[in-house]
């Protein structure tokens, strides 16, 4: 079989095709994670968002207090009195939080905010 005679002006023109598929297969693999994400959903809440955001870092303090407990740095009687305020504070901010689902779910009123 004869071999198909290809002019020297498209010699390099399937080359050029074949890049072109194959750097856009590329940027199409690498940015798909992108594409049509935002870093906030529309379903989420930001009253609820922070309410949780509230409730995650009195968690914290509440693991901090008890590790300065144990490591000596607190004395048992400030532990007790700091541990008695923030788990008050942290089940405040439950309460606010069950609310604020409740009412996001049944539509019937905005969640109240932290500070209330």
Do not use: C, H
């Not at 890049?19 to 930001?46: H, K, L, M, N, Q």
């Not at 303090?61 to 009195?81: W, Y």
Request: aromatic residues 8%; proline residues 5%; charged residues 35%.
């Amino acid at each position: 079989m004869a071999e198909r005679y290809i002019p020297p002006e498209e010699e390099g023109l399937m080359e050029f095709v074949y890049a072109i598929v194959f750097g856009a297969a590329i940027a199409a693999f690498v940015s798909y994670p992108f594409w049509g994400r935002s870093g906030v959903t529309e379903t989420e809440d930001p009253a609820l968002a922070g309410l949780e955001a509230a409730r995650d870092s009195k968690y914290r303090e509440i693991r901090d207090a008890e590790t300065d407990l144990a490591s000596g740095k607190m004395t048992q009687e400030d532990f007790d009195r700091v541990n008695a305020d923030l788990r008050q504070d942290a089940v405040d901010i439950l309460d606010q939080l069950e609310d604020a689902k409740t009412d996001a779910e049944s539509g019937d009123k905005p969640p109240k905010s932290a500070d209330s």
